[in-house]
């Protein structure tokens, strides 16, 4: 990609249709934004007083879920407080550190789960959903396109069951991903017309092996800062494609529209895929860094080291074009 900095394409239309200070907090939101991009703060507390951490008040996981041994890691994983910690979820706010106590204000039972376009569409109790469901542990690593990385159990449904048990037609090319949107807990979506956080994947991509709905991480229950009750984890991609606290899901036949591609659809694109020979406009993807730590870098490797399960989803196509 060049190295150059275009004006993302909500530059114009969105000036003339939002009222200015709305207009111009959301570009102080992203100009922010894209500061921590570059800076992530590495200050992660890691001992927490008694009865005061991340991870205190997730429960124990409640069920027995067995670990899917065929997922191993060439890293040692992330501490848990690490990982519950230090996170991105914007609609709370764009400090990372910050994120884990205001999340805690978040209700997620009861969760109910939308589904559109498929046999199963209408709302469905998420608890109940789980029952139908079958989930399992898996080591994964995680890397986010801010070049930070980590390495975690996951515990979630593998997405390609969800598919089948769903039952979308045959003419489902890609599925959308919609994402919790609730001002009243979530202090950052307050004046942000841009949210809920949206996704999507191919049906292809959707239906790999690697893809998790994931529930849990080290054994718990999902942390809310983590993207509790249920959110996509997608190994080979940016992180920024795992999109947390998901209400609604679509199978749809045409590419949806992604909340970072319409945000800066030069800096992120549909794909996302991790590429350490796609830079970034504005940062190379060459190298990557284990949280918490600046010092333990490590060479990106190729669709996250999961080339094997899903370099065959893009033969022939030109991924410097299809970033
Ligand atoms: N999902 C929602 N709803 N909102 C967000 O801001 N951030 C994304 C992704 N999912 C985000 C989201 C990004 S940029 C990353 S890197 C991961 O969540 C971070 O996940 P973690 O906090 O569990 O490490």
């Known amino acids: 990609m060049p190295n150059i900095h275009i004006r993302p394409p909500w530059f114009l239309p969105e000036a003339e249709a939002t009222p200015e200070s709305i207009y111009l907090r959301r570009r102080a939101f992203l100009a922010a934004a894209a500061g921590a991009l570059i800076f992530p703060s590495i200050g992660c507390a890691q001992d927490f007083p008694a009865g005061k951490g991340p991870l205190d008040k997730t429960v124990k996981y409640p069920t027995k879920v067995v670990r899917n041994g065929k997922y191993k890691l060439d890293r040692p994983l992330t501490k848990d407080v690490i990982a519950a910690s230090f996170n991105n979820y914007y609609e709370f706010t764009i400090n990372k550190t910050a994120v884990w106590p205001l999340a805690q204000k978040l209700t997620t039972e009861p969760w109910t789960v939308e589904l559109a376009g498929c046999k199963k569409k209408g709302k469905h109790d ?26 975690v159990p996951w515990i ?24 919790l949107f609730r001002p009243k807990e979530m202090p950052g979506v307050d004046f942000r017309a841009s949210f809920p956080y949206y996704e999507g994947l191919r049906i292809d991509e ?14 718990r229950t999902m942390p809310k800062q983590n993207g509790a009750p249920i959110r996509l984890i997608v190994p080979w991609k940016y992180g920024f494609k795992s999109c947390k606290s998901i209400v609604k899901i679509s199978f749809v036949e045409k590419q949806p529209a992604t909340f970072w591609n319409v945000a800066a659809g030069n800096e992120y694109g549909f794909y996302a895929n991790v590429n350490p020979e796609v830079a970034h406009p504005r940062w190379s993807q060459a190298n990557e860094w284990m949280i918490p730590s600046q010092m ?28």
Do not use: H
């Open 126 to 151: 998420l608890a109940k959903l789980l029952k139908a469901l079958p989930q399992e542990e898996r080591l994964y690593r995680f890397r986010c396109v801010e070049t930070w990385a980590m390495a």
């Open 156 to 179: 979630g449904i593998p997405l390609k069951k969800f598919v089948e048990w769903a039952e979308p037609p045959a003419s489902a090319k890609y599925m959308r991903f919609e994402t």
């Open 206 to 219: 959707a239906t790999n092996e690697l893809p998790l709905l994931a529930t849990g991480i080290y054994g």
């Open 296 to 323: 333990e870098r490590r060479k990106t490797l190729m669709f996250n080291g999961y080339g094997e399960q899903v370099a065959g989803l893009y033969k022939g196509m030109d991924l410097k074009r299809y970033f």
